[in-house]
Nanobody, 115 residues
Framework: QVQLVESGGGLVQPGGSLSLSCAAS????????MGWYRQAPGNQRELVAR???????NYGDSVKGRFTISRDNAKNTVSLQMRGLKPEDTAVYYC?????????WGRGTQVTVSS
């Protein structure tokens, strides 16, 4: 079992920046691929960014060039730096940990982009 706790959500104006962080409980954190997903009302959950255990990253098309995912294996954390935020980035953002076919999710943190 991996417990994931997200932090850093909030309200930000369009064009602004926000940083999310996810703390994982498991000491084998470095063996998991970590990701951020988001879900807006009425929409399916979608991939925002993902980082493998060896640091390879991939991003959803809508956030490429604006968001950056990183991980700190010493601290069991994964972060998401968000820049150039748009109203359409408004959603609940979820942290995900996955190894083989097993996945764990955090409870989510709300990000609202509005003037």
């Amino acid at each position: 079992q991996v417990q994931l706790v997200e932090s850093g959500g909030g309200l930000v104006q369009p064009g602004g920046s926000l940083s999310l962080s996810c703390a994982a409980s498991r000491s084998t954190f470095n063996t998991y691929a970590m990701g951020w997903y988001r879900q807006a009302p009425g929409n399916q959950r979608e991939l925002v960014a993902r980082i493998t255990s060896i640091g390879n990253t991939n991003y959803g098309d809508s956030v490429k060039g604006r968001f950056t995912i990183s991980r700190d294996n010493a601290k069991n954390t994964v972060s998401l730096q968000m820049r150039g935020l748009k109203p359409e980035d408004t959603a609940v953002y979820y942290c995900n940990a996955q190894r083989f076919s097993v996945a764990f999710w955090g409870r989510g943190t709300q990000v609202t982009v509005s003037s």
